[in-house]
């Protein structure tokens, strides 16, 4: 079952716009981690935030995390068409460290 | 620094057929992490090995399986394929201290039964 459920499935945006994406999960979590894939590739790790902080900054990208709404958000600041790909968030949780990815959203810049 | 490779990249197989993929982490990761992508369902956890040990397993049949190399390569082995087998598998290796670390991807093998 997926415990991570990125919102929205799919974005397309102007280059030089902002581009959010949601993640909501269901239980309680250890940290969350944002990943990108680009089309037939493997997955490239972005970011980890920890349950105990509620944001992190890295680059152009912004991520929030709210425990008590369950839900974190990933902002691509001044987008560039090369940041066109899948983005998922990662949930770990519970004692044997499980990770459990989103279906993700698919994210186009237009140049 | 090589990053994990997977071998083969496309694999072609009938169904009842055997599968093996095989993946080889980034130097000095001790964990690797399998995970089916199948079209339209994200990614699926599949295995957890480290230190040569299955640490968890996601919720598939037990004609999927695997094992850890003590050079900490990784080999997925699917038992009698059927049609739904077919997708994207995905290896990602990270440091000791399992998912607080980081995982670092290759590029997958393409599984397609016919």
């Known amino acids: 079952s997926q415990q991570g459920e990125e919102d929205p499935q799919a974005l397309s945006i102007q280059e030089g716009e902002n581009a959010t994406m949601n993640c909501s999960y269901k239980t309680s979590i250890n940290n969350l981690q944002w990943y990108r894939q680009n089309s037939g590739r493997g997955l490239v790790h972005l970011i980890l935030?920890?349950?105990?902080?509620r944001e992190k900054h890295s680059g152009r990208l912004r991520v929030t995390l709210d425990t008590s709404k369950k839900s974190s958000s990933l902002l691509i600041t001044a987008s560039r068409a090369a940041d066109t790909a899948s983005y998922f968030c990662a949930t770990v949780a519970g004692g044997y460290q499980k990770v459990t990815f989103g279906i993700g959203t698919k994210l186009q810049v237009i140049p | 620094e090589a990053g994990v490779t997977q071998s083969p990249t496309h694999l072609i197989k009938t169904r009842g057929q055997q599968a093996t993929l095989r993946c080889s982490p980034i130097?000095?990761?001790?964990?690797v992490y399998w995970y089916q992508q199948a079209l339209g369902l994200g990614l699926q956890f599949l295995l957890w090995?480290?230190?040569?040990?299955?640490?968890n397993r996601g919720n598939f049949p037990p004609r999927f399986s695997g094992r850890q190399f003590p050079n900490y390569s990784s080999e997925l082995n699917v038992n009698a394929l059927e049609l739904e087998d077919s997708a994207l598998y995905l290896c990602a290796s990270s440091l000791a201290g399992g998912s607080v670390q980081p995982q670092h991807f290759g590029d997958g093998t393409r599984l397609s039964i016919l």
């Open positions: 935030i920890r349950s105990n902080e």
């Open positions: 130097s000095g990761h001790t964990s």
């Open positions: 090995y480290d230190e040569g040990e299955e640490r």
